[in-house]
């Protein structure tokens, strides 16, 4: 027989357990104390893979053919990867396979250590972080935050075209006397249909979708220049002034830094968690003379 022919016979006989094996778990029979559970789906060496191994990675809500189509690539792919760990175990030699052991007992060290930690820090970390801690932080190293899109303070209004004070908001929105401000203010509360008085920061282009789509034709010349822009449609006109720009990688507002800096103290505290656990870890051990150092 043939290598080629040896292969289908293999590959053929594989759908066909898979099949079988998709069957079993479809009728929700997989757990029941028969021996299906242990059914060998495919064989390498010393190396066995059984329904049971493959039964628990089908997702629950695959059915069917996918569920079989999954079986069969699963399978085809450990048969490929059993037997390339089987050549390399064969072709690397003592030195190679000690170093490999090393590395995976290293890795494993690793890896535990972290999966403790992180169980520590969920169990111990004070996630509440204050705006005054933000500030605090923000005044300290502000300018380490820098904006990745332009930013603006800017007055919006939306007043009905019926209201025949359009100069006098025009005006209004354009000075920088707090008086004016008031003013501004207080004819909005009564007759705008939208109001936006630019205390707070925001990203331009998101300000800037308040005006009529088309409406801007230069935004970031208009911008930059500190312009009034209008704009109307059939019921509305509309008012939006600039009154602070920052470019691309400018200085960013607080306003925009908050949640990095809220990731930062909480990096923080963890690190300085596990520092403290660390040193409370040592210190018990040599109270309790739990180790012996042979080099000190």
Same mark, same amino acid.
């Not at 820090?121 to 509440?128: A, G, P, S």
């Not at 008012?239 to 920052?246: C, E, G, I, S, W």
């Not at 963890?270 to 520092?275: C, P, T, Y």
């Given at each position: 027989?043939?290598?080629?022919?040896?292969?289908q016979?293999?590959?053929i006989? +594989?759908?066909?357990i898979?099949?079988?094996?998709?069957?079993?778990i479809?009728?929700?029979?997989?757990?029941?104390?028969d021996?299906?559970?242990?059914?060998?789906?495919?064989k390498?060496?010393?190396a066995?893979?059984?329904?049971?191994?493959v039964?628990?990675?089908?997702?629950?809500?695959?059915?069917?053919?996918?569920s079989?189509?999954?079986?069969?690539n699963?399978v085809?792919?450990w048969?490929?990867n059993q +037997?390339?760990?089987?050549k390399? =175990?064969?072709?690397?030699?003592?030195?190679?396979?000690?170093?490999?052991?090393?590395?995976?007992?290293?890795?494993?060290?690793?890896?535990?250590v972290?999966k403790?930690?992180?169980?520590?820090?969920e169990q111990?970390?004070?996630t509440?972080i204050?705006?005054?801690?933000?500030?605090?932080h923000?005044d300290?190293y502000g300018?380490n935050?820098?904006?990745?899109?332009c930013? %603006?303070?800017a007055?919006?209004?939306?007043?009905p075209?019926?209201l025949?004070?359009?100069?006098?908001v025009?005006?209004?929105?354009?000075?920088n006397k707090p008086?004016?401000m %008031?003013?501004?203010?207080?004819?909005?509360?009564k007759?705008?249909?939208?109001?936006d008085?630019?205390?707070?920061?925001?990203?331009?282009?998101?300000?800037?979708?308040?005006?009529?789509q088309?409406s801007?034709?230069?935004p970031?010349v208009?911008?930059?220049?500190?312009?009034?822009?209008e704009?109307?449609?059939?019921?509305?006109?509309?008012?939006?002034?600039?009154?602070d720009?920052?470019d691309?990688?400018?200085?960013?507002?607080?306003?925009f830094?908050k949640?990095k800096?809220?990731e930062? +103290?909480?990096?923080?505290?963890?690190?300085?968690?596990i520092?403290?656990?660390?040193i409370? =870890?040592?210190v018990?051990?040599?109270?309790?003379?739990?180790?012996?150092?042979?080099?000190?």
């Amino acid at each position: 027989m043939t290598r080629r022919r040896h292969i289908q016979i293999i590959s053929i006989g +594989l759908i066909a357990i898979a099949i079988a094996a998709v069957a079993i778990i479809d009728s929700c029979q997989f757990f029941s104390n028969d021996k299906r559970n242990d059914m060998i789906l495919a064989k390498t060496g010393t190396a066995v893979l059984t329904m049971q191994q493959v039964a628990k990675l089908v997702p629950d809500n695959m059915k069917g053919t996918d569920s079989v189509h999954f079986v069969q690539n699963y399978v085809d792919r450990w048969i490929h990867n059993q +037997l390339m760990l089987e050549k390399a =175990i064969a072709n690397i030699d003592d030195k190679g396979y000690a170093n490999i052991e090393d590395m995976v007992n290293d890795y494993r060290t690793a890896l535990l250590v972290y999966k403790y930690q992180q169980l520590y820090i969920e169990q111990n970390l004070d996630t509440l972080i204050l705006d005054s801690q933000i500030a605090d932080h923000y005044d300290k190293y502000g300018n380490n935050f820098l904006l990745d899109s332009c930013a %603006v303070r800017a007055v919006f209004v939306q007043i009905p075209k019926s209201l025949p004070d359009g100069a006098r908001v025009r005006n209004l929105i354009r000075s920088n006397k707090p008086e004016d401000m %008031v003013e501004l203010e207080e004819f909005c509360f009564k007759n705008a249909r939208s109001f936006d008085p630019g205390v707070d920061w925001r990203y331009y282009y998101d300000a800037l979708a308040q005006m009529p789509q088309g409406s801007v034709k230069n935004p970031m010349v208009t911008a930059k220049n500190g312009r009034c822009i209008e704009a109307q449609d059939s019921l509305y006109n509309y008012f939006f002034m600039v009154k602070d720009f920052r470019d691309v990688n400018e200085h960013a507002p607080l306003i925009f830094a908050k949640e990095k800096i809220r990731e930062i +103290l909480l990096n923080h505290r963890k690190n300085d968690l596990i520092r403290n656990l660390e040193i409370k =870890i040592y210190v018990d051990a040599v109270n309790k003379q739990r180790f012996t150092n042979y080099v000190n």
